[in-house]
């Protein structure tokens, strides 16, 4: 087992070793780094925070995730000779030749983080990571860090959206890949779907990279590019328990017959060359039979051909395994397929028929897959577009911004209020109520103590003008620990499975309010007294920031 984490760790650092480099970033991230560095301001400490301003898809929480990338990428950050080389092409021709030298000694090795653990139910204005370290490198890690943390925490937290309007008991399959932005969106659609709830992908290199179970059926073009039974080829199999071979194709006609006559289908609409691709596929998979069964018809076709295939397999010993429906009323074809299951268990006296599985898929959303748990007989979802391409918000918004400069608070004022930050390097405290659910998030200045069970806290809410709120905490957590220092990952880092398993029990300490798919309670953030006042204190510096001009003038 630990030599497969292992492996798992390698794969994942050479994936971001390959394609996250540190020139995957903005221009302006050099030219604001050359600004420091030609003002001697490129060395002071600088803190920065990395956080969303909404929830996504107008729901009650996000799942945090991405930040093993981001260990990664920074313990690797570093810019080679053909980069420098090529910096010095898009850069003005006047920049000074030694900022190049400068840039060609950069790492992290003076970088400090403090993060949130992957797969945490997280909400809005609550800062997820603090970068510290040399103003400068900070400065060029911005857009890296979001890029590796905005896509795979906005379809986690959708994967863990469809997991709530599933229930724990349905099966859910991502097989998005061929839908999804290009190969790093597919891969990290399977990776952070995974974490976020769903069982399986069919990505299989998802699952070589990343240890994501993977699984898959048959598509519709392996079914018509059989035509007659003479194509079935070898027509014998053996019993599962040794014995003389057995002739296949003929054993399951005779069992075709059996099943239109109980059904009531005409033997002339089944369809031949389904019935070849079917017999072809028990020859080869006898362990693992499931099949794709509307190609040509449900229930004048593909039903009747695999329940005579799956009863010849279980007369010879087999374990059939069950269809995939995508196309159709997905919902009543299921509960006639488990019908007819049903039927044949026992007109037949097959028990092996009753755990047959049904996979639905075709387009599947949150609202259809509400719909389909409420009342169908599937037992496994596949969802794909509208998973992977996160219909109905494309962006999580996740923003990185100067917060500390020389221990000096800094802020954002802006036109929106709503783009207002709050200054100052920052603990995160999550407070419990009684019953073990998280009920507020508490944001205060790093030498403050932590909050204390049993006792009245006085906090400012974030949203609504910044009212005083108290609280009384029978927990108290701190959110966010310290992974990165001195140019090292100071923490373990969570195994895809090690995170998907903090996701799913961080969502159920959620309260139900919380978590409901439609018109959820707002999530309490709130900001400690200390920090309220320095809040006040920089916005009330700020109104009086155009004196020095009065101070020019009377020099």
């Known amino acids: 087992m630990a030599a497969a984490v292992n492996q798992e760790y390698l794969a994942m650092e050479h994936s971001v070793r390959s394609r996250v480099l540190p020139m995957l970033t903005d221009l302006y991230q050099f030219t604001m780094a050359y600004s420091y560095w030609r003002s001697g301001r490129h060395n002071e400490h600088a803190v920065f925070e990395l956080f969303f301003r909404d929830n996504p898809f107008s729901g009650g929480f996000s799942l945090f995730a991405g930040l093993t990338d981001c260990l990664l990428f920074l313990r690797n950050f570093r810019f080679s000779e053909q980069d420098v080389e090529y910096l010095q092409t898009v850069l003005p021709p006047h920049t000074d030749p030694a900022f190049f030298s400068f840039l060609e ?8 983080i403090s993060s949130v653990p992957e797969g945490t139910a997280v909400f809005a204005r609550v800062p997820l990571l603090e970068v510290s370290g040399p103003l400068a490198v900070v400065q060029l890690l911005e857009t890296s860090l979001l890029c590796l943390v905005n896509y795979a925490s906005l379809v986690c937290s959708n994967a863990a959206r469809f997991r709530l309007a599933a229930g724990s008991k349905l099966k859910l399959m991502e ?8 190969p790093d969106g597919g891969l990290s659609a399977s990776r952070y779907s995974h974490i976020g709830g769903f069982d399986t992908t069919s990505n299989v290199m998802a699952g070589r990279l990343f240890g994501v179970p993977v699984s898959g059926t048959m598509a519709h073009s392996y079914v018509t590019s059989f035509s007659s039974l003479e194509e079935v080829w070898p027509r014998v199999m053996m019993p599962s328990g040794g014995g003389e071979k057995v002739d296949f194709v003929t054993l399951t006609i005779g069992w075709l017959r059996r099943v239109c006559d109980l059904l009531g289908v005409k033997a002339e609409n089944v369809h031949e060359g389904e019935l070849a691709a079917f017999l072809s596929f028990g020859v080869a998979y006898p362990q693992n039979f499931l099949t794709v069964i509307d190609t040509y018809s449900v229930k004048s076709s593909g039903l009747p051909c695999f329940c005579a295939v799956a009863l010849a397999l279980c007369e010879l010993g087999y374990q059939p ?12 074809l299921s509960v006639e397929v488990r019908s007819v299951f049903a039927e044949c268990s026992n007109h037949f006296g097959v028990e092996k028929f009753l755990s047959l599985i049904i996979i639905g898929s075709n387009g599947l959303s949150e609202q259809s897959l509400c719909d389909l748990n409420a009342k169908s007989e599937i037992d496994m979802m596949g969802v794909g577009t509208h998973l992977v391409t996160c219909t109905h918000q494309p962006s999580l918004g996740c923003v990185y911004k100067l917060v500390e400069v020389s221990g000096q608070p800094k802020m954002k004022f802006s036109e929106d209020s ?28 790093s030498d403050e103590p932590p909050p204390a069970v049993g006792q009245s806290l006085q906090c400012y809410l974030l949203k609504h003008g910044n009212t005083s709120y108290c609280v009384t905490p029978h927990q108290v957590s701190s959110l966010r620990q310290n992974v990165f220092s001195s140019g090292q990952i100071t923490l373990p880092l969570s195994s895809v499975a090690e995170s998907r398993a903090r996701a799913q029990n961080s969502i159920l300490s959620l309260h139900p309010r919380h978590k409901c798919l439609k018109q959820p309670d707002t999530y309490v953030v709130a900001m400690s007294e200390k920090l309220y006042l320095l809040l006040c204190d920089v916005k009330a510096k700020n109104t009086t920031a155009g004196n020095f001009l009065c101070k020019q003038e009377g020099l």
Do not use: I, M
């Not at 000694?105 to 400090?112: A, E, I, R």
């Not at 097989?175 to 290009?182: E, M, S």
């Not at 069950?322 to 009543?332: A, E, P």
């Not at 709503?418 to 205060?444: A, Q």
């Open 105 to 112: 000694t950069l790492d992290c090795s003076g970088v400090s």
């Open 175 to 182: 097989l998005g890949l061929r839908r999804a932005q290009g």
């Open 321 to 332: 395994v069950g269809v995939r429906l995508d196309s159709g009323d997905l919902c009543q």
């Open 418 to 445: 709503e783009k207002t930050t709050l200054p100052g390097s920052k603990n995160v405290y999550r407070l419990l109520d009684s019953e073990g659910h998280p009920f507020l998030d508490l944001l205060s200045l």
